[in-house]
């Protein structure tokens, strides 16, 4: 096909145009007066159109790109002119080339690598930034420290409990609440700070800070977890969540960490934050808590060498649960894991349980706990005939669907009579999140004819209406009432007290017994009887021991 050409005149009439350039500039078969003006040629970059400039002044062009509304759609042309001499007068002569498919193709291959660079900073699922972007956006905020005062604050957000909701509701639910946590992060924090998404549920908020430090920090705390308790509407149901918060801070003129380490010091800071933070809302990074966790990470790694090469290093002690109706007698054994690790000695349980709680160990210890303890208890036949085991499991265990079919494994392989285990589960675990999951399982567990046990009751917010509701035989109280009773004023070991007498009578009412967790005095003992407790447990009846040194 024959090049698109034009002759314009010096009044920037068409003056020729062959059948090419006719049919591209839709000009017709007659082209008297026709003016270039009319045509419909956009050049977008340019004020003047660059073929009045080459008829007028002379000026050439070469490959300058227009656009125009052809009967086919819009179309991209490379346009080319030199001013020539017609008939006496100057004039130009224009080339056009149709590139709209090498345009398009350029188009598409540029869109094709700019939403790669977009995705290779950003999170599939909320469209925040995944880790690279955050790092870059850290980056970004410390170069823009200019004032002494100026400090860049990165917020590192885990959400309380959702690995549980996830586990017990589903990835398409957990993933629902996430993007609706990380839309409304990004909706009122986004102006004026980066947000992030690691991964999980993992959030990242990063923002210049130039006013009152302290305060900014509190604020900015206040606000995130404010916007993460908001009520989140799912398919007809509701679910709250919590968060906690970890933060590092970097001063202008002080501080000049690396990107990468400061997202690191915000994460040790909400490691601290959920662990030893006492009630406060966030924790701000401190060189100690580096070498806290590099402590924590050994012991996770050793406690998984220990389960999986030595679980010999592992083993229990058994805390009798005595009858203080009846002389004292025994009536169940409660058993806790110990850990003898060569290296590190004897780690506390309030450690490496603690540790375990955060990782899928826990699921590997409660294994271990299960199969070690029903087997010691019934070769252990004397010491332990007519006695219950209980055996402490977290949220997270029950919310597995495996969990009951487990358990029930376990005791036949062990010969373990079902009723003489006791299942316990901490209040605060309850508490936390959707309970229908959880409940369906106790009610698997009871009909198993295993009992069930709430421990630590009182602590953790429910109330004694919600006793109704669940399948469980036993309560454990708080070590707190019974500590009051023997450290607090006169007032407060009265109320303490009082305390546990309604709890007593309302469990009583429902047919659950009571055991008083944490007696350590004769004083505690005889205020126990008085509110009717049934049972106890604590240093002043025994102390844990090894099953094959118990009487």
């Not at 005095?521 to 025994?542: E, H, K, L, P």
Request: one cysteine or more.
């Amino acid at each position: 096909m024959a090049q698109p050409v034009i002759v314009i005149g010096a009044d920037g009439c068409v003056e020729i145009a062959n059948a090419a350039a006719r049919s591209v500039l839709d000009l017709g078969s007659d082209i008297t007066r026709a003016r270039i003006d009319d045509v419909g040629l956009d050049f977008a970059a340019t004020e003047m159109s660059p073929i009045l400039r080459c008829v007028q002044a002379g000026e050439p062009f070469d490959d300058h790109i227009a656009t125009i509304i052809a009967p086919q759609g819009r179309r991209w042309l490379s346009c080319s002119g030199r001013q020539i001499a017609h008939d006496g007068t100057l004039a130009a002569v224009v080339t056009f080339t149709d590139i709209t498919e090498r345009h398009q193709e350029t188009a598409r291959l540029e869109w094709d690598v700019s939403r790669f660079e977009w995705r290779a900073f950003h999170d599939d699922l909320t469209d925040l930034l995944n880790r690279a972007g955050t790092l870059a956006a850290i980056g970004d905020h410390l170069a823009t420290r200019s004032a002494p005062l100026d400090s860049v604050g990165v917020y590192y957000v885990d959400l309380d409990g959702f690995r549980v909701i996830n586990d017990s509701l589903g990835r398409t639910v957990g993933d629902d609440i996430l993007t609706a946590v990380g839309g409304r992060l990004r909706d009122a924090l986004g102006t004026d700070a980066a947000i992030g998404r690691l991964g999980g549920d993992e959030f990242v908020v990063v923002e210049l800070i130039r006013d009152d430090l302290s305060a900014r920090l509190e604020n900015q705390v206040s606000r995130i977890r404010e916007l993460v308790d908001q009520p989140i509407a799912l398919d007809g149901r509701t679910e709250r969540i919590t968060a906690s918060v970890g933060v590092a801070v970097a001063r202008h003129l002080v501080d000049d960490p690396a990107p990468v380490d400061m997202l690191r010091d915000a994460e040790i800071a909400l490691q601290e934050a959920r662990t030893n933070s006492a009630g406060r809302p966030y924790a701000s990074f401190r060189p100690q808590y580096r070498s806290d966790r590099l402590r924590r990470q050994r012991i996770e790694y050793e406690l998984r060498n220990s389960v999986n090469s030595d679980p010999g290093q592992l083993y229990f002690d058994y805390h009798p649960v005595v009858d203080v109706g009846r002389g004292h007698g025994r009536v169940a054994l409660e058993a806790l894991m110990r850990w003898r690790h060569p290296e590190l000695g004897q780690v506390s349980p309030g450690e490496f349980i603690a540790i375990a709680r955060r990782t899928d160990l826990i699921e590997q210890l409660g294994a271990h706990l299960v199969d070690t303890t029903m087997r010691e208890f019934v070769v252990n036949e004397r010491t332990t005939d007519g006695l219950t085991l209980c055996l402490n499991f977290t949220r997270r265990e029950l919310a597995d669907r495996h969990f009951v079919p487990r358990l029930q494994l376990a005791l036949g392989d062990a010969g373990l009579d079902p009723g003489r285990l006791c299942v316990e589960v901490s209040e605060r675990d309850l508490a936390a999140g959707d309970r229908t999951g959880i409940r369906a399982t106790m009610t698997s567990i009871r009909d198993l004819g295993c009992q069930l046990a709430i421990d630590d009751f009182g602590t953790g917010g429910m109330c004694l209406s919600d006793l109704y509701q669940m399948p469980i035989t036993t309560i454990k109280t708080a070590k707190a009432f019974v500590d009051d009773m023997e450290d607090g004023a006169a007032d407060e070991a009265d109320r303490a007290e009082q305390m546990l007498t309604g709890i007593a009578s309302a469990a009583h009412a429902l047919g659950i017994t009571v055991i008083a967790e944490g007696v350590e005095t004769s004083r505690q003992a005889a205020a126990i009887v008085r509110a009717g407790c049934d049972f106890a447990q604590g240093f002043f009846y025994a102390f844990p021991q090894r099953l094959v040194d118990i009487d």
